[in-house]
């Protein structure tokens, strides 16, 4: 079994977060991660705030285990200050925050006595958020999917556990397996957070296309670039930018960045994003390099045991190198 400060202050089973990967990540995920002994994470983004009520509550419905809801902060996000707002008066057991400044929502989230884990992208923000006292400080490297920042992870990840202190530090960003579980707990880690094995899940609330491109991917295509944003009408902060796989829409827009931006503009608010989402061969599909790690949709908690089960057997061998 693994014990780790996470499991320890969180009161999970094992060292695994699935990451709060927008709406679809929704309540049934979220509560099948947490009773297999995970911490299962509810989206948010852009979700009408009595949507995220109802996931909320629906998720307490499925299991009485701690689970998280995830909560972005940037200026311009869609509903931010309402979420925020529905999120304090619920009171789950865990928020997790990530992008612009967190460190205001992290006191209100600590004042209404929700433990908070905060994702950071660069090693600015793990200090500032570090000095603010998270609960857990969650270091998010350039391979993951969805929105990310553009270090490394593993030096990103061995450089904030030199100042973290006593402030457990989870490692995300192209880890999908037991093996990537294990070198970071190696390293320190107090724990993972997977995001694109989970999009990958039964329980996952997306199409079952997106998910078999994850599980047919070598890792090798997908794409991090301004241009998966230009489709959105608001702006994410400039020290993130997106990951997703290479498809129809990529192919036909990268590196002519001046004539999306006029395509998007002519069209009303999500306009040009709803055509996206009328063709699978263009709708922008989010996953992170870790897709060559995944080969199969899984139910959530079978992912749970394999990574955790992978992961101690990785552990065993390690300790062999040892010579006393």
Not at 39 to 46: C, F, P, R, S, W
Not at 284 to 303: D, Q, R
Request: proline letters at 6%.
């Amino acid at each position: 079994m693994l014990v780790t400060r996470l499991t320890r202050s969180f009161g999970i089973d094992h060292p695994i977060i699935q990451a709060g990967m927008g709406a679809e990540a929704g309540p049934e995920l979220a509560a099948a991660v947490s009773t297999a002994g995970g911490l299962g994470t509810i989206g948010t983004i852009a979700t009408p705030p009595d949507q995220v009520r109802m996931a909320i509550r629906r998720c307490r419905d499925l299991t009485a285990l701690p689970f998280a809801v995830n909560l972005v902060t940037f200026e311009g996000a869609p509903f931010r200050d309402e979420i925020i707002d529905v999120v304090l008066r619920e009171k789950p057991s865990v928020v997790t925050l990530s992008f612009g400044d967190p460190v205001p929502t992290l006191r209100l989230c600590r004042e209404a006595g929700i433990r908070t884990l905060v994702q950071v992208q660069d090693f600015v923000g793990a200090r500032a958020v570090l000095t603010a006292g998270p609960d857990a400080l969650i270091v998010q490297g350039h391979e993951a999917g969805g929105h990310t920042g553009r270090r490394g992870t593993l030096s990103f990840l061995a450089q904030t556990l030199a100042i973290a202190g006593d402030t457990p530090v989870v490692a995300a960003g192209g880890i999908a397996d037991g093996r990537g579980l294990a070198a970071v707990l190696a390293m320190g880690a107090a724990g993972a957070l997977l995001g694109t094995r989970f999009k990958a899940s039964v329980e996952y609330g997306c199409a079952d296309i997106f998910k078999d491109v994850i599980a047919a991917s070598d890792g090798d295509n997908t794409l991090a670039a301004p241009l998966l944003d230009a489709p959105f009408p608001f702006e994410w902060p400039a020290n993130v930018v997106g990951r997703a796989f290479r498809n129809a829409f990529t192919a036909e827009w990268e590196g002519h960045d001046g004539e999306l931006k006029a395509a998007v503009e002519a069209l009303p608010p999500f306009g040009f994003l709803q055509r996206l989402w009328d063709d699978p061969e263009k709708s922008i599909n989010w996953a992170g390099e870790s897709s060559g790690l995944v080969g199969s949709v899984l139910p959530a908690a079978e992912i749970v045991r394999s990574v955790v089960g992978e992961a101690e057997d990785m552990l065993r061998r390690v300790a062999s190198v040892l010579v006393n």
